[in-house]
């Protein structure tokens, strides 16, 4: 029998450990903007063309300031800068591996002195429960900073005892400029995710920031400056993907190109990044199976964490559980729950502790959010609770639940992106690995059974980058993730995240004789 005890447990403490430190956290509701332009060479300058654009409250629709708006001219700029960064003899270049491990820990010990801002900035710009940014944005962050900081000066290569006289080794050496675009849902730890294996291996960095969240990515900017990383190392540029984040895939002088976002832009930048052969990092969409079996040891526990699966950051989770497939026994009860949870949680102010729920990040995610329920409705599906707005203010979505889904419906079938459960039914274990099985997407998958033999079955069977049991999300720097199929290309986090920004360099060395 496969238990959950454990993780009950494990669960409830990081819980009460975050809460612990959420509360010990003062959110301010309105944080001064200390920075705004792009970083470029460790400076702060406006873009060529003197444009900017404006980055909104999603809790009131309103305009919390301007940005200076890069495009390809700042992007060329950029690159420059970070050439001049990693030519050969530069501070950057010569620098002991070691050192970048410190630099790296400084910047998340600035990070850690200046948490309670970043996460008031980063809830007013993206519109996330202040409790979220404090205690998972910032403390996943700080540690992804950590863990590569000691990667610094462990990635290293071999010798070989090759054929004849010669003396053989490998070296890792850095890949170079790197370009690298992150999206809005997790804007510090996506940037996080970015930028500790690349500085970690000793790569240089232009980055886009998404339009909607800019706001964040440029103070960690300039928390680099004040930890000491050299002119060029670090460049962002905010502005549109079209022309910004089109300029950085293209760039015949970059080249590698990390992206994590839809997996329509994910081949736009693959396609555009076939220009001078980059290399091509993509955390790309997903509508992930989750998976109860009727032997659950808790359907309390399974629902609870299901609809943490869904609902967590407004549903705005590339691998959110958006497919949940329930055995046949037990589905009837699990919908009735599963409602009753989905009517309970509390939407409102991102900045009162009492909730769980803020807006999502724009009109135009909004209004894709109502359309998809309301397709939902339109073939037949039955809708258990929500489907609505919240308010006339803002870009709130009732928390929805849908029951009686089928496997043709656009809710089972397309990422969401919001705050809408989608419960099926299955009957035989094989038939739902076929349905799993049978999306465009990989990214990850869950499975909620007390037997451990049906739980290994399960993990082995799922097309899927990430499998979790009788759990969901569950994120480590250590832990690598990404996804199969049109989830994407590459991984992320833990030492796999520096394969993506190493080159493998041979050396041999003719010597006199060899001696074993």
């Known amino acids: 029998m496969l238990r959950t005890v454990l993780t009950r447990f494990s669960s409830r403490r990081a819980i009460s450990q975050a809460l612990y430190s959420t509360a010990a956290a003062k959110p301010n509701p309105n944080p001064d903007v200390r920075v705004n332009q792009l970083f470029i060479n460790n400076e702060w300058v406006d873009s060529v063309s003197k444009k900017t654009f404006p980055t909104i409250n999603p809790s009131t629709g309103e305009v919390i300031c301007e940005v200076a708006e890069g495009d390809k001219a700042d992007v060329d700029i950029a690159v420059q800068a970070a050439k001049e960064a990693f030519r050969l003899g530069s501070a950057w270049r010569t620098m002991d591996a070691s050192h970048r491990g410190v630099l790296l820990n400084r910047l998340a010990d600035l990070m850690e002195r200046d948490r309670e801002y970043l996460a008031s900035l980063e809830t007013l710009d993206n519109g996330k429960p202040f409790s979220a940014s404090f205690a998972a944005d910032l403390g996943l962050s700080i540690k992804c900073y950590r863990y590569y900081a000691g990667w610094a000066g462990k990635n290293h290569g071999k010798t070989i005892p090759i054929d004849g006289d010669f003396f053989c080794y490998t070296r890792h050496e850095p890949v170079g400029v790197c370009g690298q675009v992150i999206p809005w849902n997790f804007p510090l730890l996506m940037q996080a995710w970015k930028l500790g294996p690349a500085l970690s291996t000793g790569n240089v960095v232009v980055m886009k920031p998404a339009e909607q969240t800019p706001l964040t990515a440029l103070y960690v900017a300039q928390l680099a400056k004040e930890a000491g990383f050299p002119p060029g190392v670090i460049n962002i540029i905010p502005g549109y993907g079209p022309t910004a984040g089109a300029a950085i895939a293209e760039h015949p002088e970059i080249e590698k190109v990390a992206f994590t976002g839809s997996t329509e832009v994910g081949k736009m930048i693959q396609r555009s990044a076939a220009s001078n052969l980059k290399r091509v990092t993509l955390e790309l969409g997903g509508k992930s199976p989750n998976i109860v079996f009727a032997d659950v040891d808790n359907l309390d526990y399974a629902v609870e964490k299901s609809h943490f699966a869904l609902f967590f950051n407004m549903g705005q989770c590339c691998c959110a559980?958006?497919?949940?497939?329930?055995?046949?026994?037990?589905?009837?009860?699990?919908?009735?729950?599963?409602?009753?949870?989905?009517?309970?949680?509390?939407?409102?102010n991102p900045f009162d502790g009492s909730v769980e729920q803020g807006p999502q990040i724009d009109e135009e995610q909004m209004t894709k959010i109502l359309e998809l329920i309301d397709s939902g409705k339109k073939e037949g599906a039955t809708l258990n609770c929500g489907g609505d707005r919240v308010g006339d203010k803002g870009y709130f979505v009732q928390p929805t639940v849908f029951s009686d889904v089928q496997d043709g419906m656009r809710i089972n079938n397309e990422e969401i992106f919001g705050p809408v459960q989608q419960i099926a039914r299955f009957k035989h274990i094989d038939e739902v690995v076929e349905r799993a099985n049978t999306n465009i997407y990989g990214l990850a998958a869950s499975v909620f059974t007390s037997d451990i033999d049906k739980a290994l079955y399960m993990a082995n069977s799922l097309r899927a980058g990430s499998v979790w049991v009788n759990t969901y999300d569950v994120f480590d720097a250590a832990a690598p993730f990404g996804g199969y199929k049109q989830s994407g290309s590459g991984r992320e986090l833990g030492e796999y995240g520096l394969e993506a920004y190493t080159e493998v360099k041979t050396v041999a060395i003719k010597i006199p004789q060899k001696n074993t």
């Open 321 to 348: 559980g958006s497919r949940i497939y329930v055995e046949d026994k037990v589905y009837d009860e699990f919908v009735k729950r599963s409602t009753e949870r989905a009517k309970k949680r509390t939407v409102g």
